[in-house]
């Protein structure tokens, strides 16, 4: 197993293989990753205590079969909604532009393949190897993380409709 030090030189040795767009595929990713975090934090302690008030808000109401009433409900129903789907399209955002600043990846590193081309000719393979893995490790990278945000964009997404669809079924109309 890795040493602390010896996984950092294999991370910093892989960025430097990948070329300066592969920071750029970093950046987004952690900036999606944070957002989803934030997502899974929020429902695991912050959205039972939305879902509660709102509950608790329109059992305290003695009228509940008015238009007025069912407005109201429509208004809890929709702000709880708004919480719960909040970032849900920044991720989505996020998650189509992994695969864009990969492909960056690809055009910058092609082009230092055809600058070693134009000036060593054809027979310096070392020259073009770089180019190369800078084409095609951003790509790669970018197509991963865009697959891992994919995944919990989904979840997050049905989590959301899940925990609206209950909330909106919990508020009765009865009494």
């Avoid at 010896?6 to 960025?15: D, H, K, P």
């Avoid at 920044?90 to 055009?107: E, F, H, Y």
């Avoid at 084409?135 to 979840?155: C, N």
Wanted: hydrophobic letters at 50%; proline letters at 2%.
């Amino acid at each position: 197993m890795l040493g602390f030090g010896e996984a950092l030189y294999a991370i910093r040795q892989f960025m430097d293989q990948g070329g300066p767009v592969l920071y750029g595929v970093l950046a987004v990713t952690f900036v999606m990753w944070t957002l989803i975090l934030e997502r899974v934090w929020y429902f695991g302690v912050v959205a039972r205590r939305d879902i509660d008030r709102a509950r608790q808000n329109w059992e305290q109401r003695r009228e509940r079969k008015s238009w007025y009433a069912h407005k109201i409900r429509s208004a809890m129903i929709s702000e709880v909604k708004a919480s719960l789907s909040a970032n849900v399209s920044m991720i989505k955002t996020l998650v189509a532009t992994c695969p864009l600043v990969g492909l960056l990846g690809t055009v910058t590193g092609m082009i230092a393949v055809f600058d070693a081309m134009a000036v060593f000719g054809s027979g310096n393979a070392r020259a073009m190897a770089d180019g190369v893995s800078q084409a095609t490790i951003p790509t790669m990278a970018g197509m991963v993380a865009a697959l891992s945000g994919v995944f919990m964009s989904t979840f997050i997404e049905r989590w959301a409709k899940r925990a609206s669809e209950r909330l909106e079924d919990s508020l009765t109309t009865d009494h």
